[in-house]
């Protein structure tokens, strides 16, 4: 079963890859870049192994450590769970999740992530063969560690997946990040804290080492470090927790394959009515844009995908005024400054992100505005005027909250007025972009950490032209607001550049985005339409 | 009389598969114009290039005289179009969908109010205009597709498997209406499997496979005479499969 489950992979993805180039090129990048972080690791850790160097268990526990995180978080913050096998699709063969789990564990390492892992984790046994019970050690941690790594990240993601995925996470949606956000908040600032206490590096890798192999994520990979310092009974207790880890996450996953196998088909959830929504109507008006702006306000509320992009923007506000109001050891002052800069710059690139999916997000619905004629630009500023309610509200909330906390109450204006350029900038550049690079996203109610088949590359190459281009708006504006804490005319001359800034970009990306789409609607439907493998 | 439609050599190729090839066809005004065939013989292509939704590699289309890849904006005015397979905007309700895709088509509000009542009330959906499309059975989805494609008035209408998955019912009540909005002067065009609904329901047809028409015409020139599904097979030269093959499919219980 594991055989001829690992040859289906294989062979789904060689026809993918011969169906697009984009596929290709994607494939091509990801080996380049896997061949480079894998051949820096190796030659780091050999070197590590030679030199002798007495921090060198530490940096290697707390950088496996960060593997197994990142396999968890990745997928979560940014490129979705590689979906090639979808348990659903064997919901009608006569299987039991016990017999096909192993053929899943092992495929899932099938890719360039998972072969990176492995190579990583077997130069980490090179590093630690000083003898016979570390190399054994080592060999066991390695093993539990990857397949941790693998089952971990898969478990989370269709565990949240789920949750997400359901009717019922919007109302538990502000909870849940509230939680996340003052948790992540907090352990920022716990790390600043102890950065600005401890000026020993060494000492503070030590430490971060020690952590991490406590943490479950450092179980496996720390064991070998155990036992070469000789803390042998620790070593036994950790090889019991991580080993423990392993069959409790299997088993988690044996129970989620279990039902995929039964219940393949995505919940629709039940029987919602609707009111009338009178009110959205009169407010937008009923142009073609107006209507488009209504049926998106909608969809920030209805469609989950919206809704966690919604939580996405809340959680900065809340990570902000958490460690902003921790107690430090520094002065105040000076962490404001960036703080105040940085949280509506951040802002502003997840709104680009967001512009920049919302064709995607629509899927073949987008046929709609194909047959019936909308002009490009309705379609453009329709959106915008959805984006710009949902997003307005917070920005302002985000600075007078940041400002308040910092006390920089002459900060507030100028912080605005970088925000503004980069939001308005922002959105212009994603809406352009966004009409000429779209890839198939996961319909709404799958799993949104699900990576659809097709390209990954253009997702990822609109992704970082729209990064890119707003942190370029935004610099003109920031150094203006820099100038303008010692200049006047610099402080007058940065509100007025930035709203230049910003509606310029905005209105070029709305009649260039607009005219690209009049002109190319089919290919956009061609490009959100999954390709069947 | 120009013709409602008129497809000119339409060529599509995906890959190294030809879907449609050099595919010409007139559908005239008034009529009621179904386009049969096989799985994969080209008629979903064919449709979505007529509709807008597919360039073609080659070939014109003409709505009422407008080219809809020269100027697709007045030609997409003209039609109303239901296709099979792509999502609708399901997160709104069915009176929402409607609501929207007739601003879109910029028919004005008030007669969209009282357009989206009667198409609801016709296709048996009121009681559920204000449920999400996407808790709707597919049955009730295409329904409401159709209300969508009615809701400006078109002149002609593209229906791709319309009466797939409604039940038999509803696939009445949309009989009637395309019979009405014919004697009203409009023209439609639809895709099906279903020879006997074709026959019982279109005056002209054309059959398609592998991307070409092997014929057309109004019906009685396409049946020679003959009932419409025995004239198919003839038509597409099939065979069915002879007696002696897949004999284990009778010993029922799974010995494989």
Redo the contacts between chains.
């Keep these: 079963m594991v055989a001829v489950l690992v040859g289906l992979k294989l062979r789904l993805l060689r026809n993918a890859l011969r ?1 697009s180039v984009w596929r290709v090129v994607g494939l091509v990048l990801a080996l380049a870049y896997g061949v480079f972080l894998v051949g820096l690791a190796v030659v780091g850790l050999v070197a590590l192994r030679f030199t002798q160097v007495e921090v060198g268990p530490d940096v290697v526990v707390v950088g496996l450590t960060a593997l197994t995180v990142g396999w968890t978080l990745i997928p979560l913050l940014a490129f979705g769970m590689d979906d090639t096998l979808d348990p659903g699709r064997f919901a009608l063969l006569p299987l039991r999740a016990r017999e096909v789990l192993p053929g899943f564990v092992v495929s899932s390492l099938v890719g360039v992530p998972g072969v990176a892992t492995i190579l990583v984790a077997a130069a980490s046994g090179v590093f630690w063969a000083t003898g016979i019970l570390p190399a054994v050690a080592a060999s066991i941690g390695a093993v539990l560690g990857v397949f941790t790594s693998v089952v971990l990240a898969r478990v989370v993601t269709t565990g949240l997946g789920g949750l997400l995925g359901g009717r019922r996470f919007r109302d538990g949606a502000a909870g849940i990040v509230a939680i996340l956000a003052s948790m992540s908040g907090i352990g920022l600032g716990l790390v600043t804290q102890a950065i600005q206490r401890t000026p020993n590096m060494g000492e503070l890798l030590a430490g971060l080492a020690s952590i991490a192999g406590w943490t479950p994520f450092g179980w496996a990979w720390s064991l070998p470090a155990d036992v070469t310092a000789g803390r042998v009974g620790l070593a036994a207790a950790k090889l019991g927790l991580a080993a423990a880890l392993l069959a409790s996450l299997l088993r988690a996953w044996e129970a989620m394959l279990d039902r995929r196998l039964t219940s393949p088909i995505e919940a ?10 009178v009110r959205v ?1 009169r407010l937008v008006g ?3 844009a ?3 702006a ?2 998106c306000l ?2 920030w509320r ?2 989950p995908r919206y809704v966690t992009s919604v939580a996405m923007f809340l959680i900065l506000p809340i990570v902000l005024v958490v460690s902003m109001s921790l107690p430090r050891s520094g002065p105040t002052g000076l962490d404001a400054l960036p703080v105040q800069f940085l949280a509506p710059l951040t802002l502003a690139m997840l709104v680009g992100l967001s512009t920049c999916q919302d064709l995607a997000y ?4 987008v ?9 490009g630009r309705a379609d453009r500023v329709g959106r915008l005027i959805a984006l710009a309610a949902v997003v307005m509200p917070l920005f302002l909330v985000l600075e007078v909250t940041a400002a308040a906390v910092s006390g920089r109450w002459d900060l507030l204006l100028p912080s605005c007025s970088v925000g503004l350029a980069a939001i308005l900038g922002g959105a212009g550049v994603a809406s352009w972009i966004g009409a000429m690079l779209q890839s198939p996203a996961a ?3 799958a799993n949104p950490f699900r990576t659809s088949n097709g390209g990954g590359l253009q997702a990822m190459i609109a992704t970082s032209v729209t990064l890119a281009a707003t942190g370029l708006l935004a610099l003109p504006a920031l150094g203006l607001a820099w100038a303008g804490l010692t200049q006047t005319w610099a402080a007058i001359a940065t509100p007025i550049a930035s709203l230049g800034i910003g509606l310029g970009a905005l209105v070029v990306g709305i009649n260039a985005g607009g005219a690209y789409l009049d002109g190319h ?3 956009v ?2 490009n959100v339409s999954e390709k069947r493998a | 009389m120009t013709d409602a439609l008129v497809l000119e050599q339409l060529t599509k190729t995906f890959g190294t598969k030809r879907a449609v090839d050099a595919l010409s066809l007139r559908v005239p005004r008034g009529s009621l114009f179904g386009l049969v065939g096989p799985n994969g013989a080209g008629k979903t292509t064919t449709l979505s290039i007529a509709t807008g939704l597919l360039r073609p590699d080659y070939g014109r289309v003409l709505v009422g005289g407008v080219d809809v890849w020269a100027d697709p904006p007045a030609a997409k005015a003209l039609m109303g179009v239901l296709p099979d397979g792509l999502r609708l905007f399901d997160r709104l309700s069915g009176r929402e969908l409607l609501r929207y895709v007739g601003l879109l088509r910029r028919v004005p509000p008030a007669d969209i109010d009282t357009r989206s009542g009667e198409l609801l009330d016709a296709l048996g959906l009121t009681s559920d205009a204000d449920n999400l499309v996407v808790d709707y059975s597919s049955g009730m989805t295409k329904k409401i597709g159709l209300a969508c494609a009615l809701i400006h008035a078109p002149a002609l209408l593209v229906l791709d498997e319309p009466f797939e998955a409604v039940d038999p019912l509803s696939g009445e009540v949309i009989r009637g209406i395309l019979r009405r909005f014919v004697a009203g002067g409009g023209t439609v065009v639809f895709s099906s499997h279903v020879m006997e609904l074709v026959e019982q329901l279109c005056d002209h047809l054309a059959v398609v496979a592998q991307g070409r028409v092997v014929a057309a015409g109004s019906l009685e020139e396409v049946r020679a005479g003959e009932s419409l599904q025995p004239r198919f097979l003839d038509l597409l030269g099939v065979a069915v499969p002879s007696e002696g093959v897949l004999t284990w499919l009778q010993s029922s219980s799974g010995s494989n």
């Design positions: 169906q629709r959830g039940g029987g919602e009515r609707v009111g009338r929504g109507d009923t142009t073609q107006g209507a488009v209504g049926r909608r969809y209805r469609d629509d899927g073949t619905a046929w709609t505005h194909l047959t019936t004629g909308v002009t319909p709404a109610g609607w089919p290919q439907l061609a």
